[in-house]
């Protein structure tokens, strides 16, 4: 079915805040922890039980992962693009929930540079890549090199790894293409590209290349018979960590495999792990690809949980797509 570039836009932030929202149930969890915890698998929305956070979450409440994605989107709103200035302006103005580096970055971001970029070399981790999503609804994917720089200026401060920024490329690039009604083959292709050209921002921190990574997802994918890919994915990748290296290529390989959202985030759910950041992602690409597969009636327990109108924020940002 043929989508309008609004219509994946709208879906697509729709279900970064979805996944974000269900995946904070089990972030931290095992898949047999779920089970033992909650009584079964994660069907749907439930009241948080978290002892692994230090953080009190309500029911269908959305996190940094939203929080962040939300603010670089508002920054691009108001500026007609990315603004680093902007951006950590924003980032210092409150903290945010479930963010355990605010403190400490706005204490190194009024220091020295050195500290500075040693508060980004740590930055190795999901942040980054579940933030990027703006980035590739206003950018086209024939556009790669700025969706690139963007994504350094809205990252780089925070997560300045070679590791983070590769993965953070390929999600926005990835993003962009399924905003533009590619085929998957297409998006995998350059989501790979996106993460050669962040290789070369970064500090080098010594992790596995990011493409290696996408094309052992792809391989998985493709080896893949019957139900469960999360599953597989868990042993062939890693389970989906907390790690940029880790979870990006996971949560495209969910896209390549799967056409469901519904699908798509109930399984990361279930894997546990860093789970709300990457059903966040996962579930924003997917449902980009196939918007009609985002169940309406969690946007509208999310939206409702966290008073957000997450749609006009979709349709400002589609219209500075170049």
Same mark, same amino acid.
């Given at each position: 079915?043929?989508?309008?570039?609004?219509?994946?836009?709208?879906?697509?932030?729709?279900?970064?805040?979805?996944?974000?929202? /269900?995946?904070?149930?089990?972030?931290?969890?095992?898949?047999?922890?779920?089970?033992?915890?909650?009584? %079964?698998?994660?069907?749907?929305?439930?009241?948080?039980?978290?002892?692994?956070?230090?953080?009190?979450?309500?029911?269908?409440? +959305?996190?940094?992962?939203?929080?962040?994605?939300?603010? =670089?989107?508002?920054?691009?709103?108001?500026?007609? %693009?990315? &603004?680093?200035?902007?951006?950590?302006?924003?980032?210092?103005?409150?903290?945010?929930?479930?963010?355990?580096?605010?403190?400490?970055?706005?204490?190194?971001?009024?220091?020295?540079? &050195?500290?500075?970029?040693?508060?980004?070399?740590? %930055?190795?981790?999901?942040?980054?890549?579940?933030?990027?999503?703006?980035? %590739?609804?206003?950018?086209?994917?024939?556009?790669?090199?700025?969706? @690139?720089?963007? @994504?350094?200026?809205?990252?780089?401060?925070?997560?300045?790894?070679?590791?983070?920024?590769?993965?953070?490329?390929?999600?926005?690039?990835?993003?962009?293409?399924?905003?533009?009604?590619?085929?998957?083959?297409?998006?995998?292709?350059?989501? =790979?590209?996106?993460?050669?050209?962040?290789?070369?921002?970064?500090?080098?921190?010594?992790?596995?290349?990011?493409?290696?990574?996408?094309?052992?997802?792809?391989?998985?994918?493709?080896?893949?018979?019957?139900?469960?890919? !999360?599953?597989?994915?868990?042993?062939?990748?890693?389970?989906?960590?907390?790690?940029?290296?880790?979870? +990006?290529?996971?949560?495209?390989? /969910?896209?390549?495999?799967?056409?469901?959202?519904?699908?798509?985030?109930?399984?990361?759910? &279930?894997?546990?792990?860093? !789970?709300?950041?990457?059903?966040? /992602?996962?579930?924003? +690409?997917?449902?980009?690809?196939?918007?009609?597969?985002?169940?309406?009636?969690?946007?509208?327990?999310?939206?409702?949980?966290?008073?957000?109108?997450?749609?006009?924020?979709?349709?400002?940002?589609?219209?500075?797509?170049?």
């Amino acid at each position: 079915m043929d989508f309008s570039k609004e219509r994946r836009a709208v879906s697509c932030i729709e279900a970064v805040a979805v996944g974000d929202a /269900m995946g904070k149930i089990t972030e931290g969890y095992s898949p047999e922890e779920i089970i033992s915890t909650y009584g %079964g698998r994660i069907t749907g929305f439930r009241q948080p039980i978290q002892p692994k956070s230090r953080f009190t979450w309500k029911y269908a409440e +959305v996190t940094d992962d939203t929080h962040f994605t939300l603010l =670089i989107a508002d920054s691009i709103i108001e500026n007609k %693009g990315v &603004n680093q200035q902007d951006v950590i302006r924003r980032i210092l103005s409150h903290p945010i929930k479930g963010w355990p580096r605010w403190q400490e970055f706005y204490q190194v971001i009024q220091a020295h540079e &050195n500290e500075q970029r040693q508060f980004a070399m740590n %930055g190795d981790r999901n942040g980054a890549p579940m933030r990027v999503s703006p980035i %590739g609804i206003i950018n086209t994917p024939t556009n790669l090199e700025k969706i @690139v720089l963007d @994504v350094e200026s809205a990252c780089k401060m925070t997560h300045g790894t070679k590791s983070a920024l590769s993965a953070a490329s390929a999600m926005a690039a990835a993003t962009s293409a399924t905003i533009e009604g590619w085929p998957k083959s297409k998006i995998m292709e350059i989501a =790979i590209k996106a993460s050669e050209l962040g290789e070369a921002l970064g500090i080098d921190d010594g992790k596995p290349r990011i493409k290696d990574r996408i094309l052992a997802g792809i391989k998985a994918v493709k080896d893949f018979k019957g139900d469960g890919l !999360a599953t597989i994915l868990s042993h062939e990748l890693n389970p989906p960590g907390f790690k940029a290296w880790e979870s +990006v290529p996971y949560a495209l390989s /969910m896209l390549y495999g799967l056409n469901n959202v519904k699908d798509v985030i109930l399984e990361i759910v &279930n894997q546990g792990g860093d !789970a709300d950041s990457v059903a966040s /992602m996962a579930g924003s +690409v997917t449902a980009a690809f196939s918007p009609d597969t985002l169940p309406r009636e969690w946007v509208n327990i999310v939206e409702r949980a966290n008073n957000l109108h997450l749609s006009d924020t979709a349709r400002n940002l589609v219209k500075l797509r170049e």
